[in-house]
């Protein structure tokens, strides 16, 4: 993992009243808090926006990554609001990738007034859980990152996302494994979980579809070291290809141990695989291995290696997987609690009145992404990307069409 500088960062343990804890789960840990920016000068009003993903654990990355992208779009407009009467800080919340702690974390914002928008969570399963609790009160929540296509599909008006869904990665992960890559047999594997199995579940159906062979489909656990037993069965089966759907670190296991094994196909997954911990795990054997991702390549422009140099000086920290990401969400939550404020007569406004600001978001040219929400809350310009693992760096393939 990378190390992230902290950007004023406090940690405090608290203890959850009985309902919070009856929603986070016995031993769930406390939620950790980040502050931004201090309390609010005098004369002027306080708000917050709260970024949420995992920021401890294996999958930190993802969230981390996405907090720096929102805090560098927040610092940038600090002096915006301002002018408008307003201090806003960011609150950083860590949810561990967990559904459980997903609801704990939207339990405590949800009861901080002023909380006016969520860039997050990053996974699917927290998104989910913690997607509940926010559109009971009318809590923005605008993700960088969850993909599974079940977030959107559930009628919540609070929710929404910048990234592209799974049905689209899966699919269009699948028509570029038979047409670019000839796959015409595949094994497909997932992690039982909301977000691997959702994608797998997306792959295979478009193999279906498409009449590329699906020789087996099955679910390993998360955590475990030894997939001998999956593997054998692939091994017999002899696909062109195996498909995952789930995280680098069972992703990285999977490679190694295939390529041990003898296997010699392609071996594909979705964005869940974009992290050099990967390389790491699977070594050698993650070579060639190909992977679909939501975010495109940051320095395929010259504004881009600016973006990323600027952001690297000011910041003192790498981009990561989901930098740019947290940064246009973030920027979309700005542009919606910026139109609120106007509309409400430069008044702090409602939880409500940003969500509606934040929903009629229509053609916003972020940095890296345009976006404009249809009725479910998914972002109309959203694409997919391709890219490989070359010996020790990844290589961008172009977009997924």
Request: proline share 2%; charged share 25%.
């Amino acid at each position: 993992m990378k190390k992230q500088k902290k950007i004023a960062f406090l940690t405090t343990m608290f203890a959850l009243g009985s309902a919070l804890a009856g929603c986070a789960g016995g031993g769930q840990p406390a939620a950790q808090q980040s502050g931004d920016g201090g309390s609010a000068a005098s004369g002027s009003q306080k708000l917050v926006i709260a970024t949420v993903g995992p920021m401890s654990g294996q999958y930190s990355e993802y969230g981390s990554t996405a907090k720096d992208g929102a805090a560098y779009a927040l610092k940038q407009k600090l002096e915006d609001f301002k002018k408008l009467g307003f201090e806003v800080e960011l609150l950083a919340q860590d949810d561990q990738a967990d559904p459980k702690q997903g609801v704990a974390v939207a339990e405590m914002l949800i009861s901080n007034p002023d909380v006016v928008g969520v860039v997050g969570h990053s996974t699917t399963g927290a998104s989910i859980t913690a997607s509940v609790k926010y559109d009971q009160e009318k809590l923005v929540m605008v993700s960088p990152s969850a993909t599974g296509s079940n977030l959107t599909e559930e009628g919540k008006k609070s929710v929404h996302r910048i990234c592209a869904r799974d049905d689209q990665q899966g699919s269009k992960a699948a028509i570029y494994a038979k047409n670019q890559l000839g796959v015409k047999t595949a094994y497909v594997v997932h992690d039982k979980q909301a977000y691997g199995q959702g994608l797998a579940d997306e792959v295979k159906k478009q193999f279906e579809k498409d009449g590329v062979q699906v020789v087996g489909y099955e679910g390993v656990t998360a955590g475990e070291k030894d997939y001998s037993a999956v593997i054998n069965q692939i091994i017999a089966a002899n696909p062109d290809m195996i498909y995952f759907g789930g995280y680098y670190a069972e992703a990285g296991i999977l490679v190694k141990q295939a390529r041990e094994k003898g296997f010699k196909g392609v071996f594909m997954g979705g964005d869940g695989f974009d992290s050099a911990d990967l390389l790491k795990i699977a070594g050698p054997a993650a070579d060639g291995v190909v992977f679909t991702s939501t975010v495109g390549d940051l320095n395929a422009t010259e504004e881009g290696k600016k973006w990323i140099a600027d952001f690297e000086q000011a910041t003192g920290n790498k981009v990561g997987i989901f930098t740019s990401f947290g940064y246009d969400a973030m920027n979309v939550v700005l542009k919606g609690l910026e139109e609120a404020i106007k509309a409400n007569g430069g008044k702090k406004p409602t939880r409500e009145q940003v969500l509606e600001a934040v929903h009629k978001t229509k053609d916003f040219q972020g940095q890296f992404v345009k976006v404009s929400f249809n009725e479910k809350g998914d972002n109309e310009f959203a694409s997919v990307y391709v890219y490989k693992y070359d010996k020790d760096k990844k290589t961008f393939l172009g977009e997924a069409k």
